[in-house]
């Protein structure tokens, strides 16, 4: 297991197989590396010249040192004009791939604040990350024993404190990548549900003596029919993998705030009856990536002993075409008792989301986020790399906060009054689950979503566009499932343990 230790050791000095430094466009070393570039001389500029290193993000070389410092060998990335925590974060991703064999890799990057420490830490641990289970012969580059993160501020309290939270969070992602990238066919919603009754008690084996644990309740397909979830019903209804609901709880005594998280986990889509073309199909296994990392980022706050009473909900079940499956015209009530004419069976995962939202506001939550792979209109919108955020004006600028913070891109989007009157457009049922209308799918989803919010305050990330990096390794990002919006929720939960407004914690139910 990897270990990371922050000290104030000198770059030039280092002994360790490999040592990592930042290069800015103007062809000088970046914050961090001085005594490298005092050690080179005035043979930098030509040793970058000779290279053709330009400091440009994404720019990435291995140059042997032959002596000039302790270190053999020496790794130059580009940080481009603004080396904050983003672009750090994104070049020690870059490193960790650059550096495979090395037994002890020491990183001199920009690290004089708790932000830039921890951009380090999660940029090099989920940079390394590689989906491996179902390589019968996988590349074993040796992992290093320690990573050792060099800074001039290495001994004050605030930023050793980011160390450790950081190791947190990336594991969480890394979970959450694990789980998105594990094929469909076997992590079907039963399988999924104990995947995550598993995790939970496995991080509940971790934690302190004393500490909070997280309780995981499964409710099987006798009992959603039994409490009447009619959206998640519907939805698995062509498969033979019945759905399931989770629901998680964390309740510290010291809870400042009590939240809810509600997370989509559809384990593949076919698009149902309305079936989706096959090219669309290729990556659906990535449309539960709304449950993973609502589930993760549950487990990672409980490792940090965060003060927030979170009550988490994974809406898994399977979309697919089986000679139960639902119908467009098909009219289905939720567990709220709401009536939903079907239109499009292509559109589950708000039917799903529905039936988790009405149980969240049983709890009684000051405030509610759902999280969901949701529409193609919102890749449209903002590309693949870009979430939505829509809901409540307080509560989508903590979640735009929170995902600044935790280097995820997010952007406000609005749900016009009109969407009021197209979700109320059915002849036949209280909400009209699709409407046909070209337009605005995406905003139209959110409207209906908050039709089960229960009138609290609540956000709604639309991720269908980042959670999954259909194109080559870049930066922190592997190819594959990005484990999106895990360091967000965690974070945006640091600022509720924080103060962020919001009724008293209420007693767990």
């Known amino acids: 297991m990897t270990t990371f230790a922050l000290r104030t ?3 030039a000095k280092t002994r360790a197989e490999a040592v990592v430094v930042g290069v800015l466009p103007d062809g000088v070393l970046a914050p961090g590396a001085e005594d490298v570039a005092a050690a080179y001389g005035r043979k930098l500029a030509g040793l970058l010249a000779t290279i053709g290193m330009k400091g440009a993000p994404g720019e990435v070389a291995k140059v042997p040192t032959a002596g000039v410092i302790a270190s053999p060998l020496l790794v130059l990335v580009g940080l481009g004009a603004d080396p904050g925590p983003d672009a750090v ?44 289970s179902y390589k019968s012969k996988p590349a074993t580059p040796t992992t290093p024993a320690e990573i050792v993160v060099l800074s001039p501020a290495a001994r004050r309290g605030e930023v050793t404190a980011a160390v450790e939270p950081a190791q947190v969070v990336a594991d969480a992602v890394r979970a959450a990548r694990d789980w998105v990238n594990t094929p469909p066919a076997d992590l079907t919603p039963p399988a999924f549900a104990d995947a ?24 099987d397909e006798e009992r959603l029919a039994e409490l009447g979830c ?38 593949f889509d076919s698009g149902g009856l309305w079936i989706k073309p096959a090219a669309s199909m290729a990556t659906m ?22 003060p927030v009473r979170i009550s988490a909900y994974a809406a898994l079940a399977e979309n697919m075409i089986g000679e139960a499956a639902m119908r467009p015209g098909d009219v289905l009530t939720t567990y709220g008792g709401t009536t939903v004419e079907i239109s499009n069976t292509d559109a589950e995962g708000r039917l799903v989301l529905a039936d988790a939202l009405d149980r969240a506001v049983e709890r009684e939550p000051d405030v509610i986020i759902d999280i969901a792979t949701l529409t193609g209109h919102m890749v449209m919108a903002l590309g693949d790399r870009i ?51 070209r337009w605005g799918g995406g905003l139209f989803a959110a409207a209906f979503l908050r039709e089960f919010t ?17 194109g080559g390794p870049t930066g922190h990002l592997a190819t594959g499932a990005t484990g999106y919006g895990v360091a967000t929720l965690v974070e945006w939960l640091r600022s509720r343990a924080a103060g962020a407004p919001g009724r008293a914690a209420s007693a767990p139910a």
């Open 9 to 11: 050791a000198s770059p």
């Open 89 to 132: 974060r994104r070049a020690a991703g870059n490193a960790a791939r650059a550096v495979t064999n090395a037994a002890s890799v020491a990183l001199a990057l920009p690290a004089d604040t708790p932000e830039l420490v921890r951009a380090i830490v999660e940029g090099y641990r989920l940079g390394g990350y590689a989906f491996t």
């Open 196 to 219: 995550i009754a598993a995790a939970v008690r496995a991080a509940n084996k971790g934690l302190a003596k004393g500490a909070t644990k997280v309780t995981a309740t499964v409710l």
């Open 230 to 267: 009619g959206g998640l019903l519907a939805v698995g209804s062509g498969s033979s993998a019945p759905p399931r609901l989770v629901e998680l709880s964390y309740a510290p005594k010291d809870a400042v705030a009590h939240v809810a998280l509600v997370g989509k986990g559809i384990t």
């Open 285 to 306: 296994k990535e449309d539960m990536a709304g449950a993973a990392a609502v589930v993760q980022a549950t487990l990672a706050a409980a490792r940090l002993g965060l």
């Open 387 to 437: 979430a939505g955020v829509m809901g409540d004006d307080a509560v989508v600028a903590e979640v735009l906060a929170a995902s600044a913070a935790a280097g995820e891109d997010t952007w406000p989007m609005p749900i016009p009054e009109a969407m009021d009157e197209r979700i109320r457009s059915s002849a036949v049922a209280d909400l009209a689950q699709y409407d046909g209308i």
């Open 454 to 470: 229960g009138g609290l305050p609540w956000a709604h990330l639309d991720i269908a566009g980042p959670t999954f990096n259909k």
